[in-house]
């Protein structure tokens, strides 16, 4: 026994020896500040203990006694040698033998320090089994602690006396939700006003409208799922009297109420009058609280980031009056956002860029890459602060609501939105203002693609080939309701099948341009290879009536007719006498085009007095030294862009500044073709005398083609034309 005294000493004098200050000052604050029951792995506190109870030990029956008080401790503490075990040793299911998970409500902010005091009530029972086997407190889950025992009421006997517990808040946590409780919280505070989604049954997936934010709970709105079924008391009885009837395989054994805004008089009806109360502005039943027809509850069981409604949702959430409308146009302008696409015209809304104006070029998750027509520039930017840029005479089509489908352009914008319907030739709306009737709105209108199936043209030299609507001949695709639809491709030989995307858009000859997920690319497939994502058939989609290229005539293989020349025939301008310099290559036979090569470059349309006081976007090329060129200021502005305003001499004027203006000589400098849909051109080529000096709008892109509108005067929506892309040229 002195052995033992010895070593004890020993051991808790080098305890003491390694950090005597540090110990005073923690045991100040610690749980036991006497004689206490020893901590499993805090050897300083046993050695303390163990030490203290052997100086008081007096006879062979007091040691005896201290021996198997130490047995009763090690068998008490065994269960925390697990950590040391694989985890799949160390943590059995939450649902083995016949514990479970209980959730118990304390005050926000003392989780750890709760379940620290439960656990050192537990050790200081000593043997006395209270059937607890784990407690857990995390700060990230504020407002509860999770305890692992087998009945609530062991639960209540230890969360009994204790001060920060709220012992009659005690609720079993289902098996499927046992991981959820378990895994590390996102730390994730929803802003208000915003919109959410709940976790717990019958709310899962629901959406929600945060009305307040609290310290670990929000106050939220959310359409009501109530069982408007009384259950008769009898058949109650019966069901409780009689043995347990389960239920056919296969069959569930419940369902999920249908979302719908509380009626107090209804439930009235069904339950009594004494069942609904008044509260103030809300009516009460069952214990929970109604606010204009919403349930208004408290809660912690939601996603940890903010939801988009999608139409069908937002609609459910317009007879609020906690909503405002201002949160409500907020909402609309997001949801319109989300579907942006490529190459449509957006206007920032928030952020540094706010208010200007661009097209998109690409979307990656939540942001996308905006090119600034103003600046020149291309910024990345939030989808969330972008808007759709919808003026009048854009060709657009609505995606949801009554008028889902509709086709038209745009007469009137702003707070209302009136499309003509060039199919049925009539006015589909005005929809009317998003606060009355918001399904229809900025949000569920799309800018149209590939909107004209045209038949070919009459190839009848007397016949006028002006390109006008007299001789254009609009039919609707009914391929269109493709677009934006999941697929996954099925058919093989493009080296893609299996792989899922998004149609963003129909194409001639039954072809779609579809938007591989894997790869964030576009494909061109067609549309016997593609299928619906949740089609377990894995049905083409050009199988259900859709058409086919026997029934439908591609604009695609229309071709360009080319009127034969009404000047006689007349030999090629005859060579001059061979000469030993350069020749210009309009004296070469073969030569069909000016070559922008040759040492007389030729630039006519800056010569044509149709274009004069035009501001047509140029670029340099050729600037860099090579041969026997020795360029133009030494190469740094290869590459740049400007603004062409007028010729002096052989020279060009290019501004490329506010205030700053060069001379540049005609052959370093190319006009900028058109590249996306959106953008304001000229036209600038000789193909189309016709139309030279005239500014249209580019309505379809194409590397060949592009159908453009007039950009001033009068806008006619059903004026349309086919220039070819090479004649064009961007102008601000």
Request: net charge negative; hydrophobic share 35%.
């Amino acid at each position: 026994m002195n052995d033992v005294r010895q070593f004890l000493s020993l051991e808790a004098a080098v305890d003491d020896s390694e950090s005597e200050d540090e110990y005073d000052e923690e045991e100040q604050d610690d749980f036991f500040q006497h004689d206490c029951e020893p901590i499993a792995g805090d050897k300083s506190r046993s050695h303390q203990l163990l030490l203290r109870e052997t100086t008081r030990v007096e006879g062979d029956t007091e040691w005896d006694s201290l021996l198997d008080r130490a047995r009763s401790r090690a068998q008490t503490y065994t269960p925390h040698l697990r950590s040391s075990l694989p985890n799949s040793e160390a943590f059995p299911s939450i649902t083995m033998g016949e514990a479970r998970l209980w959730r118990v409500a304390v005050k926000p902010g003392r989780e750890e320090a709760t379940a620290f005091l439960l656990m050192e009530k537990i050790i200081r029972a000593g043997e006395q089994d209270q059937g607890i086997k784990s407690i857990i407190g995390r700060v990230s889950r504020p407002g509860w602690i999770v305890v692992e025992a087998n009945s609530a009421s062991d639960v209540r006997e230890l969360c009994q006396g204790v001060t920060d517990v709220f012992g009659k808040q005690i609720h079993v946590i289902e098996p499927e939700d046992g991981p959820s409780c378990l895994k590390e919280a996102n730390l994730f505070t929803p802003a208000t006003p915003s919109w959410i989604r709940l976790t717990k049954q019958p709310y899962r997936g629901d959406l929600a409208y945060v009305n307040e934010v609290g310290v670990g709970e929000a106050d939220v709105l959310v359409v009501p799922r109530l069982k408007l079924q009384r259950r008769s008391s009898a058949g109650h009885a019966k069901r409780k009297r009689g043995s347990t009837i389960s239920a056919q395989p296969g069959q569930k054994k419940s369902t999920r109420p249908e979302q719908a805004l509380f009626d107090h008089e209804k439930v009235r009806e069904i339950f009594g009058d004494k069942a609904v109360q008044r509260k103030n502005q809300t009516y009460v039943f069952k214990g929970n609280e109604y606010l204009d027809g919403y349930l208004w509850l408290q809660t912690d069981e939601y996603y940890p980031e903010a939801a988009t409604p999608t139409p069908e949702e937002l609609s459910l959430f317009q007879h609020s009056k906690s909503i405002s409308k201002e949160f409500l146009q907020r909402t609309l302008e997001v949801m319109g956002a989300v579907s942006l696409r490529l190459g449509d015209r957006v206007k920032v809304a928030e952020g540094e860029a706010q208010g200007a104006f661009g097209v998109v070029q690409n979307i990656v998750g939540n942001e996308a890459d905006v090119h600034l027509s103003s600046e020149d520039v291309q910024l990345t930017l939030p989808v969330k602060n972008l808007r759709k840029n919808i003026r009048i005479g854009d060709e657009v089509i609505v995606r949801a609501g009554p008028h889902a489908g509709v086709t038209g352009w745009v007469i009137t914008s702003g707070d209302t939105v009136l499309v003509y319907d060039h199919k049925t030739a009539r006015e589909v709306g005005p929809f009317l203002p998003v606060f009355i009737n918001f399904i229809v709105s900025s949000h569920a209108i799309d800018f149209f693609e590939a909107s004209f199936i045209m038949r070919p043209l009459s190839l009848d030299p007397g016949q006028s080939q002006a390109r006008t609507r007299d001789n254009l001949k609009v039919q609707p695709d009914p391929n269109l309701r493709f677009v934006g639809r999941h697929v996954r491709v099925i058919g093989s030989g493009h080296g893609l099948k299996d792989y899922e995307g998004i149609v963003k858009s129909i194409e001639v000859d039954n072809y779609a341009l579809v938007e591989i997920s894997a790869t964030m690319r576009q494909q061109r497939l067609p549309l016997s290879k593609l299928a619906s994502r949740n089609d377990p058939t894995l049905t083409p989609l050009n199988v259900d009536g859709a058409a086919t290229a026997t029934n439908l005539e591609s604009s695609g293989s229309r071709t360009i007719a080319i009127r034969p020349s009404s000047l006689p025939l007349v030999p090629s301008t005859p060579l001059p006498p061979a000469l030993t310099g350069v020749l210009s290559p309009a004296w070469d036979p073969t030569s069909s085009s000016p070559d922008s090569s040759s040492s007389f470059p030729y630039n006519p349309w800056m010569e044509s007095p149709l274009l004069a006081g035009k501001r047509i976007k140029v670029r340099f090329q050729g600037t860099k030294a090579v041969l026997r060129d020795p360029g133009w200021k030494s190469g740094d502005y290869e590459g740049r862009f400007g603004i062409w305003t007028g010729t002096e001499g052989s020279s060009a004027q290019v501004s490329v500044g506010l205030h700053s203006t060069l001379t540049v000589p005609e052959k370093y400098v190319r006009p900028v073709r058109p590249s996306i849909k959106g953008q304001n051109v000229i036209v600038i080529g000789d193909d189309h005398d016709l139309w030279k000096g005239e500014e249209f709008y580019v309505i379809t892109f194409s590397a060949e083609q592009c159908i453009v509108r007039r950009r001033h005067g009068k806008i006619d929506p059903k004026d349309r034309l086919y220039l070819d892309t090479n004649t064009l040229a961007v102008v601000l």
